[in-house]
């Protein structure tokens, strides 16, 4: 557990109005992954947003009652030209995501051609969908990925470890950016608030990250709506098999986020400052 709070650690620090908004087809939605054939090797860990202003899109989601990392602990991604905000859930977490320093960025795609950071970080100017998706392997092998894939190194990770992002994640704006962490970098999770008490006292401040005034705990369901979105693609068939995550096409890159099976009723509609509905 301690090994896994200091690598967590290490990788953030080098890594509203409200609007009320009707569920819309969230009984669809269900019924939908009730009949999907569920992976099990692929799971769910965390999700991005990429951003052009992370102060004000980061107000956007204190004001209704979440809580982030603090930005002294949210530092950039070495080596990568990029810097996050973090949101902190029982079983996963948010990150916006923005350019930090763009001479950074430039060079690091020329050394990783085949990424789609500059393409993602332009989004407002190509209509690439904003959204990543970070996703785990149980058991992990990395011959478990279903899609073809391109394997990275960046300055912050240790040793010997790579990422694996969809290779088509550059050449299909339109889909969500999808990639694989590997074990030791896998967000923690927790049944409980209680269990929080796990973590060691020695970081008993992280503690306070996961809890929002809000009520938030848990992340039940994502819905990512991708404009001219082509379903039948290797990446997407595998994504729409992994439990609580939809992929769809739609008129606009939205994401939908719900907790806690929406058991408080209410909802907010983050645009345009995020493209993004939170429910909870």
Not at 177 to 185: A, G, H, L, Q, T
Request: hydrophobic share 35%.
């Amino acid at each position: 557990m301690k090994n896994k709070i200091t690598i967590l650690i290490l990788i953030i620090a080098s890594f509203i109005s409200c609007k009320n908004e009707p569920k819309n087809n969230k009984n669809t939605q269900i019924v939908e992954k009730k009949v999907k054939n569920i992976s099990t090797d692929l799971q769910f860990d965390h999700f991005n947003i990429w951003v052009e202003n992370p102060i004000k899109t980061k107000e956007k989601l204190t004001e209704i009652g979440f809580t982030s990392v603090p930005d002294s602990l949210s530092q950039i991604h070495k080596g990568q030209g990029t810097a996050g905000r973090y949101f902190n859930f029982l079983n996963g977490y948010l990150e916006l995501i923005f350019v930090y320093d763009k001479n950074e960025l430039e060079k690091n795609n020329e050394k990783n051609y085949d990424l789609d950071f500059t393409k993602r970080a332009d989004f407002k100017k190509n209509g690439a969908s904003p959204f990543s998706l970070a996703l785990k392997v149980k058991d992990y092998k990395t011959g478990k990925i279903p899609f073809e894939k391109v394997s990275y190194h960046q300055d912050w990770m240790e040793e010997n470890v790579n990422i694996y992002s969809a290779k088509n994640s550059k050449t299909n704006l339109n889909e969500p950016s999808i990639f694989v962490v590997y074990p030791e970098i896998e967000s923690e999770r927790f049944e409980t608030l209680t269990e929080l008490n796990n973590i060691p006292e020695e970081y008993a401040l992280w503690r306070e990250f996961y809890k929002h005034p809000n009520g938030a705990q848990k992340i039940t369901d994502i819905v990512i709506t991708s404009r001219g979105l082509n379903l039948n693609t290797e990446t997407i068939k595998a994504v729409n098999g992994i439990e609580n995550l939809t992929v769809k096409s739609g008129k606009e890159h939205l994401m939908e986020v719900h907790f806690d099976n929406d058991i408080q009723g209410e909802s907010f509609d983050l645009r345009p400052e995020l493209p993004l509905i939170i429910y909870l």
